[in-house]
């Protein structure tokens, strides 16, 4: 039976993995992932039910269009298998028979994963539209999978989902710092934005999560009536937070410290990407590239209104190309992704290797004499899924050699 099952989901995987090859395609674009068919992309010679056969048809057709002969590259069966094994995967370690919910959304989250990362690998992105909705859902998936081994109980699923996304939010933000050589940034988005990530950080670190999460909901709402930003440098913000977080062992402790300061800099991060994301979808325009001018600049006013509302914001493309970023806030994202599956422990797991594998791949390309450079998003991904299985031998391991438990 267990084997039937397996091999019923394999064999929907690759089905999946099939229109995952058309959403990687698509869906950076903004062109439909239904509409039309799908057909070459040469001579636009609409596929046949035999054409799009997973991993099969590819095969048959010798990697060709039947139409005009031009090469299908093997990336569309690789996708489809990679797909194919995940939920082969996950019908193995929680059958649909026993976890219904924790199986389709370790399916889902495993396609997410593949999709990101190709998306990724080509356009140096990843999408919103994958990683919020994703995480959305699996908080209230991690309501009803109670019971599902190896996966976190909602609270354990929310505080990783904010953990994983606070420890890219510090790197992008201190990283950004050290590469601006320590001067303030000059991005001035109202009414949230970065400022209250880093403010729930500095706070976090000397109260835990709950008085990081109340200083960046009283900056929020101060924005709101002040009508522009009001703010504290990052260097002085960070600079406290390093203060802070140095002497906890006096207070708080370094755990508690550190666990709250990175928790509630993820959870403010993630309100503001969810604010901006839905900002994008109701007018069409990304924040991407909109920045504020420097101090002193006004703020516009849009047309009709007389008051600014969120993006409204002065624009200088010079901040955006001049300024440096350390991490994609796409990784931040989806780190928010993997916590909720894995839990605070194992999404340490899962970035340390996925750190590990990116300094060693890196390493090769540079004694081969370069190559392409490859996003961080494909890593952490891939750490993220090496954390689901192996991450509790791994912390018993570790745990076994410190001579606790």
Not at 75 to 86: C, K
Not at 149 to 167: I, Q, R, T, Y
Not at 209 to 222: E, H, I, P, V
Request: glycine content about 14%.
């Amino acid at each position: 039976m267990t084997l039937t099952v397996v091999l019923i989901a394999a064999l929907f995987g690759a089905l999946i993995g099939s229109f995952s090859n058309v959403v990687i395609h698509r869906l950076p674009s903004g062109a439909s992932i239904v509409h039309p068919g799908s057909s070459c992309p040469r001579c636009g010679r609409r596929l046949g039910p035999l054409e799009l056969v997973p991993i099969v048809s590819w095969a048959v057709q010798r990697g060709r269009c039947r139409g005009c002969g031009t090469v299908i590259s093997a990336r569309y069966p690789f996708v489809e298998a990679l797909v194919a094994l995940g939920f082969a995967l996950m019908a193995w370690r929680w059958s649909p028979l026993d976890h219904p919910v924790a199986f389709a959304f370790l399916a889902a989250w495993w396609t997410l994963l593949v999709i990101a990362t190709f998306i990724d690998l080509d356009r140096f992105e990843i999408p919103d539209v994958l990683t919020l909705p994703g995480l959305a859902v699996g908080l209230v998936a991690a309501l009803a999978w109670r019971g599902a081994p190896h996966l976190p109980e909602f609270a354990g699923a929310a505080f990783g989902a904010a953990l994983g996304a606070g420890v890219l939010t510090l790197v992008n933000r201190i990283g950004a710092l050290v590469l601006r050589r320590f001067r303030d940034t000059g991005e001035r988005l109202w009414p949230i934005g970065f400022d209250q990530a880093n403010l729930a950080a500095l706070v976090g670190a000397a109260g835990g999560l709950a008085a990081g999460l109340a200083a960046a909901a009283a900056s929020l709402l101060t924005n709101l009536v002040a009508r522009r930003p009001i703010r504290l440098p990052e260097p002085l913000v960070w600079a406290g937070w390093a203060v802070a977080v140095a002497a906890s062992p006096l207070g708080v402790g370094v755990v508690r410290s550190l666990g709250g300061s990175l928790a509630a800099a993820g959870a403010a991060a993630l309100g503001g990407a969810v604010v901006w994301w839905i900002y994008d979808l109701a007018t069409g325009r990304s924040t991407s590239a909109e920045v504020a001018a420097p101090e002193g600049s006004r703020v516009e006013v849009p047309a009709g209104g007389s008051s600014a509302g969120p993006g409204d914001v002065a624009r200088d493309p010079r901040v955006a190309e001049d300024e440096p970023v350390a991490m994609g806030f796409g990784d931040v994202k989806l780190a928010a992704l993997l916590g909720v599956v894995l839990g605070w422990e194992r999404l340490l797991v899962g970035v340390f290797a996925a750190v590990l594998i990116g300094a060693v791949v890196g390493v090769a390309q540079r004694i081969a004499g370069g190559g392409r450079v490859v996003p961080f998003g494909p890593f952490l991904a891939l750490g993220g899924v090496l954390a689901l299985f192996f991450g509790d031998a791994v912390l018993a391991a570790y745990l076994g050699a410190l001579g606790v438990g």
